[in-house]
C-alpha cells in the first residue's frame, strides 16, 4: 500500500495550489483521509481530514482557506488551499487509514511522501 502526494510548488502569497493524494496498492477500505504539514523546526501538525462518509475537520489557522475533500472511488484526497500565506509553507503529507486486502491484516495508518509548499513573493 503506497500513498502518493502531488501538486506542491512555489506561489507567491495570496496564491491558490491544490494538492493531491492517491491511494495504491492491494487495499480492502479507506477510512479516514488528510493532510499534515511540517514547517522548519516545527513539529507535523494536522491541517485538516475527512471521513469517508465527508465530515470534515480543520485546523484553526486554516479554516475557511482550505478545503479537504476525497474520491472514494478514486482512492484520493485533496487539498484546495487559497489565499495561501507565507505562514503556510511547509512539506505537506497526506496521511490515510487503510485496511488492506488479504488475511491478517489490520487498519493501519500510512503516510505519503510529502509535498514542498513555498509560499514567498
Known amino acids: 500500500v503506497q500513498l502518493q502526494a502531488s501538486g506542491g510548488g512555489l506561489v507567491q502569497p495570496g496564491g491558490s495550489l491544490r494538492l493531491s493524494c492517491v491511494a495504491s496498492?492491494?487495499?480492502?477500505?479507506?477510512?479516514?483521509m488528510g493532510w499534515y504539514r511540517q514547517a522548519p523546526g516545527k513539529q507535523r501538525e494536522l491541517v485538516a481530514s475527512?471521513?469517508?462518509?465527508?465530515?470534515?475537520n480543520y485546523a484553526d489557522s486554516v479554516k475557511d482557506q482550505f478545503t479537504v475533500s476525497r474520491d472514494n472511488a478514486k482512492k484520493s484526497v485533496y487539498l484546495q488551499m487559497n489565499s495561501l500565506k507565507l505562514e503556510d509553507t511547509a512539506v505537506y503529507y497526506c496521511?490515510?487509514?487503510?485496511?488492506?486486502?488479504?488475511?491478517?491484516?489490520?487498519?493501519?495508518?500510512?503516510w505519503g511522501q510529502g509535498t514542498q509548499v513555498t509560499v514567498s513573493s
Open positions: 496521511n490515510a487509514v487503510i485496511l488492506p486486502r488479504g488475511p491478517g491484516y489490520h487498519w493501519e495508518d500510512y
Open positions: 496498492g492491494r487495499i480492502s477500505a479507506i477510512n479516514l
Open positions: 475527512i471521513t469517508r462518509g465527508g465530515t470534515t
